[in-house]
């Protein structure tokens, strides 16, 4: 599948660097709210269409280059009130 969007991997990379300090295993939805400035499920958007699913997607492709691996999945609420799941990823190294 292509990637439909464009992150900037050093803002990423810094939020995540905040997570490490804090030695807490980031959650993909609060990675997306601190980049975005929220999160909000997509609900009923397939995940090609899906800005929360590609950026996902982007963290997988680049978990080496970001020190990220073994994502699960947890339940999560958004910042609407809706319920949707995210992955949380555990650090490298």
């Not at 939805?29 to 609900?43: H, P, R």
């Not at 950026?55 to 073994?70: H, P, V």
């Amino acid at each position: 599948m292509k990637t439909t969007i464009s992150v900037d991997l050093d803002v990423i990379a810094q939020i995540l660097a905040d997570f490490r300090s804090a030695a807490k295993q980031p959650l993909t939805s609060e990675i997306i709210k601190i980049y975005m400035g929220n999160f909000v499920s997509n609900t009923g958007i397939p995940p090609h269409r899906s800005w929360n699913a590609q950026f996902g997607k982007i963290l997988s492709a680049n978990r080496e280059t970001l020190g990220l691996d073994n994502p699960t999945e947890e339940n999560v609420t958004d910042d609407l009130g809706n319920m949707t799941t995210s992955s949380r990823w555990e650090f490298t190294g």
